[in-house]
């Protein structure tokens, strides 16, 4: 599963990886490959322009300074925004079963026939045994297929969950109202009934299920589909998500080889979580669907991205934006120069910084001409601590006589002093060039 989309996304950004700076060209570049690579994963084609355009939008627009190098941000972006894509809320953890109401809660599994609707009701029994504690009974109501009802009772007693008797001849809507009266009487925790499927999606299927729905009061619906099936499960769960309101989708034969376009496409097709997958025949190949932990597996990049939330967290935020608007009004004064130059090197020196803040590729001329390199730049703080308040304000103040008193102060010479004046003034132009051009997220386009 994934294997393919994992190997395309990886050579994307294998290629981006090595490079400095990143131009708005190269971003929309990489992202053409990525949305090659999702369509062939058979990803849905809304669900992949969706996604292409977030993470373009996200890449190109950066505001403030956050991260690493450009090629590492975008692979953080794209995690992200596979994350969301697969259904990531808070701290993109799995959704787990709605067990809340008052007893028996019912869940009803609804699915095309030989999706391994009847082979995850009996998971999930197990599940909500072992994992929560609750005593479950099992109901089959498909009657459409020979030998199912029987089907779901061996299970049962493998599971050792109870199962309701058959009563032959009764019909799905019966079935489920003596279903529930029969948890009822004998307390039971939770209620799963297991559906009849069809081969298609006809209008039959989806009345029965209304009306079984109707007499059971589902506090879970969820949605049986075979990933395997690729762009045919997207188009079952719009079918099924139109008629009965699910809550959630359980997706199976994730063991399989399958492209991996229907996890991806299922949440924004159906705008309800992936809560399992399958993982095979066995009843204990269940697992709750993490989908931060899938989008990790798919992009194999865990590296990168923690790199990334590192250097993120390094940032003081709230500094970065009261430069960034000090900026923006055309001040900038020796003291947000230090500010500048901590966060540089808390960064890891100028090498890093190429690119990766509108108007950096400026400021790194501007230090270039002036001579200041990563050596040097440890010593400026010195220089800027030196200075009186004033001088910090106004560095035009700067004569002869005050530079060489500063330079004693921080144990350089006083062409060091020349130095960092001179990139505070360079800087000081870009900024305002910036300003002119329409701020920083005009900028964008000076990005690369
Ligand atoms: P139903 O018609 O939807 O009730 O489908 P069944 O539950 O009868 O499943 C059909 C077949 O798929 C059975 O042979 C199951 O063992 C198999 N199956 C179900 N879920 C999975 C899964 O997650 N992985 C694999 N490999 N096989 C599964």
Same mark, same amino acid.
Do not use: F, H, W, Y
């Given at each position: 599963m994934f294997d393919n989309l994992s190997d395309r996304l990886g050579n994307v950004f294998d290629r981006l990886r090595g490079r400095g700076a990143l131009s708005e060209t190269d971003v929309r570049e990489a992202m053409r490959e990525v949305r090659v690579a999702l369509l062939e994963a058979d990803v849905a084609l809304p669900v992949a322009r969706r996604f292409i355009d977030a993470v373009t939008e996200k890449a190109v627009g950066q505001d403030v300074l956050r991260s690493v190098t450009p090629g590492q941000q975008v692979v953080k972006i794209v995690h992200d925004e596979l994350v969301e894509m697969l259904?990531?809320? &808070?701290?993109a953890q799995a959704e787990d079963l709605?067990?809340? /109401?008052?007893?028996? %809660?019912v869940i009803m599994m609804v699915g095309l026939?030989?999706?391994g609707k009847t082979t995850t009701t009996a998971k999930l029994a197990k599940y909500i045994r072992e994992k929560h504690g609750r005593k479950a009974l099992m109901a089959s109501l498909? %009657? /459409?297929?020979? /030998?199912a009802q029987e089907q779901l009772a061996v299970l049962g007693t493998q599971v050792d969950v109870a199962t309701l008797p058959i009563v032959k001849g009764q019909q799905p809507v019966d079935i489920a109202r003596r279903a529930l009266e029969s948890a009822r009487l004998q307390a039971m925790d939770v209620l799963l009934l297991d559906t009849a499927g069809r081969l298609h999606v006809d209008q039959a299927l989806m009345d029965e299920m209304k009306a079984v729905a109707g007499v059971s009061a589902p506090t879970e619906v969820l949605l049986v589909v075979d990933s395997l099936t690729g762009q045919d499960a997207v188009n079952v769960a719009q079918s099924f998500s139109g008629e009965v309101p699910l809550t959630g989708v359980v997706l199976t +034969?994730? @063991?399989? @080889?399958?492209?991996g376009g229907a996890a991806l496409s299922m949440r924004h097709v159906?705008?309800?979580?992936?809560?399992f997958a399958g993982t095979g &025949?066995?009843? @204990?190949?269940?697992e709750a669907f993490h989908p931060g932990r899938v989008a990790d597996r798919i992009l194999g990049m865990g590296d990168v991205v923690s790199l990334v939330e590192k250097a993120a967290a390094s940032i003081k935020e709230e500094d970065a934006e009261a430069l960034a608007k000090r900026m923006a009004k055309g001040q900038f004064d020796l003291n947000d120069l230090r500010m500048q130059l901590k966060q540089m090197q808390n960064m890891g020196g100028l090498g890093m910084l /190429?690119?990766?803040?509108?108007?950096m590729k400026k400021a790194k001329a501007a230090m270039a001409s002036s001579g200041m390199d990563d050596k040097l730049l440890v010593h400026m703080d010195a220089v800027i601590s030196s200075m009186t308040p004033m001088e910090r304000e +106004?560095? &035009?103040?700067?004569?002869a006589k005050r530079k060489k008193r500063v330079a004693a102060g921080a144990g350089v010479d006083v062409q060091d002093v020349n130095k960092l004046l001179k990139m505070h003034q360079e800087m000081a132009r870009a900024m305002k060039q910036i300003r002119k051009m329409g701020g920083f997220k005009g900028l964008a386009a000076a990005f690369g």
């Open positions: 259904g990531g809320g &808070e701290g709605n067990l809340a /109401a008052k007893p028996p %809660v026939q030989g999706s498909d %009657v /459409a297929r020979p /030998a +034969r994730m @063991d399989g @080889d399958a492209r159906t705008g309800k979580p992936i809560k &025949e066995k009843l @204990d190949a269940l /190429a690119g990766m803040m509108p108007g +106004r560095p &035009e103040l700067m004569n």
